[in-house]
């Protein structure tokens, strides 16, 4: 009768220390906010946040991952953004009424630049998806505009 007692309070006391232990190690505590900042979309403050984390505990895994999925995520935003600064570049270039050979080498070369930059980035399972659509939207952009100007 006291085995069925004695076995489940143990197991309960060692998950309530695991717990307390979590929430109130400084590392688990940033590690914390870090994935609250990742999941809301902040992810320099969350690769900061993780990077701190994993400097305290080089064992706290959920530092270290964050730390790496928010490195991957500013990489896709690099990306988005630099795409979006050369479709606003190509677009002014656009507006004229005729486009010289040094304005298409332009536009080709800063195409070349977003498809290759493209096909260095690495996507992981828990990648935000809406991230990756949009690269990929302004991927295939741009390699329909690489196709129309290498022409």
């Known amino acids: 009768m006291q085995t069925k007692i004695l076995f489940p309070a143990i197991a309960l006391g060692t998950l309530l220390f695991m717990?307390?232990?979590?929430?109130?190690?400084p590392s688990y505590e940033r590690s914390i906010e870090a994935k609250y900042h990742y999941e809301m979309g902040h992810y320099k403050e969350a690769y900061t946040l993780?990077?701190?984390?994993?400097a305290m505990d080089v064992y706290n895994r959920m530092a270290s991952t964050i730390m790496a999925q928010s490195q991957t995520s500013l990489k896709y935003v690099t990306f988005i953004e630099q795409a979006k600064e050369y479709l606003e570049e190509i677009n002014?270039?656009?507006k004229n009424d005729t486009i010289s050979e040094a304005q298409r080498a332009k536009i080709k070369l800063m195409s070349e630049v977003i498809v290759n930059s493209y096909t260095k980035?690495?996507?992981s399972v828990i990648t935000d998806k809406e991230l990756t659509r949009e690269a990929a939207f302004y991927n295939k952009n741009f390699e329909?505009?690489?196709?129309?100007?290498?022409?």
């Open 19 to 25: 717990g307390v232990y979590f929430l109130l190690n």
């Open 50 to 54: 993780a990077s701190e984390a994993f």
């Open 92 to 94: 002014t270039i656009a």
């Open 121 to 123: 980035l690495a996507p």
């Open 144 to 151: 329909m505009l690489l196709e129309k100007v290498s022409k």
